[in-house]
């Protein structure tokens, strides 16, 4: 048995079954086609800029730091995967490419550290706090976000060597969570209060997008034992489906996200008597 260390499970499946060419090309691409969609999203937030009032443009200058570092580390994944694993021409299958690099969803993490703290912060800018205070949900949105994914990155490297540790990492990973997702039902709550209706319903689907975008990733990093422990995902469907999970999460969290919270300040905008310098 070789040895792969704390390696993830795309490796185990790459070192024992190998990826067909179409497993192989639908990661590569869906890896591709995540960071295309940042810098293209990154565009879309600097030209829309002037359509909302100068107090929401700090949205999207967080738009644009979230898309930047999502386009860099997002990149460094898709080569990272290209660099892992080599075609056999014998077997017509891609194996482990001889232990040059090992391939890990790493990137991704590091990527949030950065990101997760932005998009919470990003409501904050757009709507107006009636009771609470905006340092201390400020406060708590950074310690839980940096705290999610710390525990999440740590853990995710035990998925295949110590189910014990992914566990428990994972445990304390979603109690960080869930408090994220108290504070942001509460801020979205106070932030509806006498906007108007447009805006109220943009609102809402922006909770609906959140809620199911965010909870994406702790099914992508349970991909490899959701069908049973070593079981029905541990192998290359498992590995497409982890990748597209997240690519697709990754577009609704940030970009579709983005794209209504300028709505809903573009809204307001107006209400408040702003003329958009887009439109
Ligand atoms: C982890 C570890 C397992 C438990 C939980 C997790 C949650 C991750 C989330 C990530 C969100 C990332 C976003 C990135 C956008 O840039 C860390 C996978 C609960 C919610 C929104």
Redesign the pocket.
Known sequence: MSNLGNATFENYVGLQQGFSEMAYQIVAHVLTLGYAVMLSALFYFVLTIKAVAPKYRISSVLSVV?TVS?FLLLFAQAKNWTSSFVFDIERGRYYLGGGADLFNNGYRYL??LI??PM?LFQMLFIISLKRSSFSSIRNQFWFSGAG??IT?YI?QFYEVTNLVAFAVW?AI??VF?IHILYLMKKVIDEGKEGIPLKAQQTLNSIWILFLIS?ML??GA?LMPHLLGIEGGFFNEAGVVGRQITYTVA?IC??VIYGILLTNVAGILSKHEGYQSEVD
């Open positions: 979230v999502a990527n949030w990101d997760v998009l999610m994914v999440g853990g994972g990973s979603t969570f965010w990733y702790p990093y990754d969290s940030k």
